[in-house]
């Protein structure tokens, strides 16, 4: 009989037990988790059930498991896992609340120096699993390091979309300490969700990934057979401790171990409870007595911008400690009944944890990022763009001079070859996101300087070599041939793989995904050209606008297949159609029109329509919700938003708060190639366009806003203090740092370029908030101060007017309720800027504000400004 086949051959039915509202069953043999379900959805498994046969035997690891990493006497460190080498539990006895009672020593490995029983319990109307450690011996055992695999289902391999959507689900950590807890999100957004919670002091230290056992180093035993690739990021462990994993990444908490004297025992374990919905998360927290802290408008903190940090738990505040002291400071402030709040003042840089000690010694850790004021990150990532990554080498044989490439931060010089040939080609994401950063910049941002050196790159460099005269965009300038240049290609790096593409496919017009980003250059000096004076030079508005639309015609001729797909910055093809239509350029929008509405009318017959040219991926859904909202398909749309928010968290984190889940760029974008959970990604940006959008839709709903803002904000996490941009955040413990390439930054920083706005919110439990900018009240009116970096657009949530300058810049704005009207002050003029151009919508329904001056011009309201600032009063109908 082969290694682990006990564990179905002849073996008992497995048992299963309702509690509450999931439903368990547990292997008879092993009682590790085989399913979890919700009472009301009995065919839908939290747990990789339907995988169980394929998953059995060694190696495998389950709920249930334990992995270990101890010492006794202080000799050497000893590792021990269940899962390595399987055998069967001794059972038992199990009456009353315990559904299953088990003595695993013996599966724990040869010479394990501890007792380890498990238990599965029904408690107060949920499943508990509980592990007690027991020192029997004469010495003490010091743990250095405890992990329970959180295994559940999130292997999208050989599942189509449909059934990925249907099937499978996501893991997303708080890494709160003594108030961590995992959400476990359908990807359709569904509910209910799970929640795994601690079982008495069962702290979230460190959320581990378990490493593929074909590729891990000999002996690691934490480590889980699956095979990791893009339709399988992993399963992680629980980490209770881990100081003795020699990690050489910062550690989101103290790592920390504990040691058990001769007959000491130690419970850890977790709680497994559901969630009506993903946005009833925090109610559920509450009703489980788990503390529960909201920072609004999130935990990324630019220095000019403070935050409010809400805390609801139930036992008193012993104290709170900011590491580093420097990076913050936290302010007592009164806040709503039966919450604790702290204003939050950004006074650092960088990461930094707030840890807050209750009454009981529990430690609960809030983590945070400090950043710059947003203008400031702007104007530094313009200016490294435009000149540390700034490429003018006119005898490079592959033609790139003038452009912006990418760049390597640990080197601090510019790639100008890599493997992956598109990275070096200015092409791609990987390729194009430097140069995309620094077009989108300007959008906000503009600056003579950079924008001169943006037209010599579109006029020399991208129309006619990069993007062909009929429009098409090439995948790559650069390429491997070393007949034609012998002495160029670095004799280090491996030309053999796939990615070293030669000439032919360098010039293959086919990948639709190429298409957005030459659009978004074109149509951002459109967007310079019209609404400011002076600062675009070679030509004039019309040259832009047509090459705009050019391209989006070229996407729909020469890329069909991938076309098919939504597209990452697929707005710029809303905003080309809007401003053909203004333009009057009618026959060219309406042949845009017809393009993306025959795309759509695709979409509608698709359940999930979010394929691209991955498995699964995070990217097309914002642009295929926008074109769901203009064709007027509210259903499509709905159901696009909610699988968002399926894979895009708040959590009391900066790092997974609003990230939309992405895991496998790294391998086409990152200098360190590997699978690994990518910490703001392009797709945390762009995910939180069409939340924004929703949110205005529906102002009531405020989960839908912190998701949107924490991806919106998270994303400007990436850039340093010099203005370098890193494709993301390396989330595993050996490294816990940004990747050293700017990589594809650039489509993620086109989403908050994009977005860039403030949003007035009066909570009913919190009260007025300003996400974006800084709130007052004075008599019968609330005043925000934007601060979101852009200060051209502005949400007033409770008259649900959304308030847009194409050009001309927010000074401050008041609302006054009593009065129905919004007092809007705007910048004194400029040289490039002597009219504003003002926009009001109403998302929700209704009529938009009125504006007391200015003449409609284009669908704008043109407002002339003078060397004072500029009111202007907006009433409403």
């Not at 995988?51 to 498991?65: K, N, T």
């Not at 450690?133 to 055992?141: A, D, E, K, T």
């Not at 300003?770 to 004075?778: C, I």
Request: net charge neutral; proline share 6%; aromatic share 10%.
């Amino acid at each position: 009989m082969g290694s682990g086949a006990w564990l179905h051959a002849a073996a008992p039915a497995p048992a299963r037990h309702a509690v509450g509202a999931l439903t368990l069953t547990l292997d008879p043999a092993s009682q590790t988790l085989l399913h979890l379900s919700p009472v009301a959805e009995p065919a839908f498994d939290f747990a990789p059930g339907d995988r169980a046969r394929e998953r059995s035997g060694d190696g495998y690891a389950h709920v249930g498991d334990l992995h270990l990493r101890l010492r006794v006497g202080g000799g050497a460190w000893r590792d021990f896992a269940s899962s390595r080498h399987r055998v069967p539990v001794r059972a038992l006895p199990a009456s009353g609340a315990v559904l299953a009672h088990a003595d695993m020593t013996a599966t724990m490995g040869d010479g394990f120096p501890l007792t380890v029983e498990r238990a599965w319990l029904r408690d107060r109307g949920a499943p508990v699993l509980r592990f007690t450690l027991v020192n029997r011996g004469s010495q003490p055992v010091e743990i250095g390091a405890l992990g329970m695999p959180m295994v559940f289902d999130n292997i999208i391999t050989d599942r189509s979309l449909e059934e990925a959507h249907a099937k499978a689900s996501f893991v997303d950590p708080y890494i709160g300490n003594d108030a961590g807890y995992l959400q476990v999100t359908r990807l359709n957004g569904k509910g209910p969700a799970l929640l795994v919670l601690p079982d008495g002091r069962t702290p979230l230290e460190q959320y581990r990934i378990l490493h593929d056992a074909a590729k891990a180093p000999a002996g690691d035993i934490f480590t889980d057979r699956t095979k990791r690739q893009q339709t399988f990021e992993g399963f992680y462990d629980w980490m209770v401790a881990s100081r003795a994993m020699d990690d050489k990444g910062q550690p989101w908490n103290p790592a920390t171990g504990f040691t058990l004297a001769p007959g000491e025992r130690r419970s850890i374990g977790v709680r497994l409870v559901a969630a009506p919905s993903i946005r009833a998360i925090e109610a559920t927290l509450q009703a489980e007595r788990r503390p529960v802290a909201i920072g609004l408008p999130g935990y990324v903190v630019p220095t000019d911008s403070p935050a409010d940090l809400f805390v609801r738990a139930g036992q008193k505040v012993r104290g709170v400690a900011v590491t580093p002291a420097d990076a913050l400071s936290l302010t007592r402030v009164a806040g709503p009944k039966g919450w604790n709040h702290w204003r939050v003042t950004g006074t650092g840089w960088g990461r930094a944890r707030v840890a807050i000690t209750y009454a009981d010694g529990s430690v609960q850790s809030v983590h945070y990022y400090v950043t710059g004021p947003l203008d400031r990150v702007s104007a530094d990532l313009g200016r490294f763009a435009t000149t540390r990554q700034w490429f003018d080498d006119a005898a490079d044989p592959f033609h790139r001079a003038p452009s912006i490439l990418t760049y390597d931060r640990d080197a601090n010089r510019i790639v100008t070859q890599d493997q992956r040939v598109w990275i070096a080609g200015m092409s791609d994401e990987g390729g194009a996101g430097a140069w995309v950063a620094a077009a989108v910049k300007q959008l906000d941002h503009p600056d003579a300087g950079e924008i001169a050196k943006l037209e010599r790159m579109i006029d020399e460099t991208v129309l006619g070599k990069l993007q062909v005269a009929d429009g098409g965009v090439r995948k790559s300038l650069f390429y491997y041939d070393p007949k034609a240049f012998p002495a160029y290609y670095d004799k280090g790096i491996d030309w053999s793989t796939w990615a070293s593409w030669d000439r032919k496919q360098a010039d293959d017009l086919g990948r639709s995904y190429n298409y957005p980003h030459v659009a978004v250059a074109h149509w951002v000096l459109y967007r310079l050209a019209r609404h400011h004076a002076g600062l675009v030079a070679r030509h004039d508005w019309r040259f832009y606008l047509d090459h705009a639309y050019r391209t989006t015609i070229a996407m729909m001729r020469d890329a069909p297949h991938y076309a098919q797909f939504g597209q990452m910055e697929g707005e710029v093809f809303l905003e080309i159609l809007a401003d053909l239509k203004r333009e009057g350029l009618t026959p060219q929008a309406a042949e845009v029109e017809k393009l993306m509405k025959a795309r759509a009318d695709h979409w509608r017959t698709l359940a999930y329509p979010f394929g691209s040219e991955m498995a699964w991926d995070s990217t097309g859904q914002p642009e295929v919700y926008a074109w769901m909202q203009y064709f007027g398909h509210r259903r499509e749309a709905a159901v696009t938003r909610e699988v968002i928010l399926g894979y895009d968290p708040t959590v009391p984190h900066w790092g997974y708060n609003g990230n939309a889940r992405r895991y496998w760029d790294f391998l086409y974008g990152g200098k360190v190639k590997r699978i690994e959970r990518q910490l703001h990604h392009y797709g945390s940006a762009l995910n939180a366009v069409p939340l924004f959008d929703a949110y205005r839709r529906d102002p009531a709903d405020l989960h839908l806003l912190r998701v949107a803002y924490g991806g919106f904000m998270g994303g400007i996490t990436n850039v340093d203090r010099d203005g370098f941009a890193s494709a993301a955040f390396h989330s595993e413990p050996d490294m816990m740092r940004w990747d050293a390439y700017s990589g594809d930054y650039g489509m993620g920083y086109f989403g908050h370029a994009y977005a860039a706005a403030s949003y007035l919110v009066n909570d009913p439990t919190f009260g007025w908030l300003g996400f974006g900018g800084t709130v007052t009240t004075s008599g019968d009116a609330i005043e925000i101060v934007p601060h979101d970096g852009a200060r051209t657009r502005l949400f007033v949530a409770p008259a649900g007017q959304w308030i847009t300058l194409a050009a001309g810049r927010i000074a401050r704005a008041r609302w006054m309720p009593a009065r129905r009207r919004i007092e809007l002050t705007l910048d004194p003029a400029t040289a490039a800027t002597p009219v504003a151009h003002l926009s009001v919508e109403a998302p929700a329904g209704g009529a938009p504000d009125v504006a007391d001056r200015g003449t409609a011009e284009r669908g704008f309201t043109a407002v002339p400004l003078t060397s004072a600032a500029t009111t202007v009063v907006l009433s409403l109908r």
